[in-house]
């Protein structure tokens, strides 16, 4: 079946511009989850999301990132104002349930060029 | 605070060597440890470890974990050049945010014909 998808693959956006991110989970994974890599860095927890239950959003680095997801579907990741230091690889992770992280499934990721 | 350190950050070996990567870690009320392959982009999982001294075997690849000592080893016999990988650990712990992985840096493996 489908995997993860994530749009777009790659944006190239100017300092200050708010840009948003794109997640499709697997269908029925109910828990879905955004990581950051940065060049030559370990995978940052961002946020997880599980079923209805308020998200997990210990993870975010300032007030310019959010997240949304409707029910068990799309996620987004909105970052405003970017600044360079958000230059990375965001990668969406989905999993049947949030207790199985070591079933995680990963998008390709989006990468992010702040200029 | 909680961290996962793995060594060496970078490796090149040929075709045949076997080669061991280490991954060491300081987290509050351990609950396992999760390695992953990284091409490209996506990781994808190849073991979790929650018990010392049983070894996961899978093909070529093996693992396992130390709870006394806090690490964990991957080991890769007779190495092929499509081994070549970013190779990511992780952990995770009770109490803490259950989707949660504390990752390492990675070692970025190099497997030259």
């Known amino acids: 079946g489908a995997g993860v998808s994530q749009s777009p693959s790659n944006k190239v956006t100017e300092k200050g511009k708010d840009v948003e991110l794109r997640c499709d989970p697997i269908?029925?994974?109910?828990?879905l989850y955004w990581y950051r890599q940065r060049l030559g860095q370990g995978l940052e927890f961002l946020i997880y999301?599980?079923?209805?239950?308020?998200?997990?959003k210990s993870g975010l680095p300032s007030d310019r990132f959010s997240a949304e997801r409707t029910g068990e579907s799309v996620s987004t990741l909105t970052i405003q104002r970017t600044q360079q230091e958000d230059s990375a690889v965001y990668l969406c992770?989905?999993?049947?349930?949030?207790?199985?992280?070591?079933?995680?499934?990963f998008g390709p990721g989006t990468r992010l060029t702040v200029t | 605070e909680d961290k996962v350190v793995q060594s060496p950050l970078s490796l090149v070996v040929h075709e045949g060597d076997t080669v061991t990567l280490n991954c060491s870690y300081e987290v509050t009320n351990f609950r396992s440890l999760l390695w992953y392959k990284q091409e490209k982009k996506a990781p994808t999982f190849l073991f979790m470890l929650t018990s010392s001294g049983i070894e996961k075997k899978s093909g070529r690849l093996s693992s396992i974990l130390d709870k006394k000592e806090l690490f964990s080893i991957l080991n890769i016999t007779a190495t092929q050049t499509g081994d070549s990988a970013i190779y990511l650990c992780?952990?995770?712990?009770?109490?803490?945010?259950?989707?949660?992985?504390?990752f390492g840096k990675g070692t970025k493996l190099s497997v030259k014909p």
């Open positions: 269908s029925g994974h109910t828990a």
């Open positions: 992770a989905s999993s049947l349930t949030l207790g199985r992280v070591y079933e995680q499934y």
């Open positions: 992780a952990a995770t712990n009770y109490g803490g945010s259950q989707g949660n992985l504390i």
């Open positions: 999301f599980q079923g209805n239950s308020a998200p997990d």
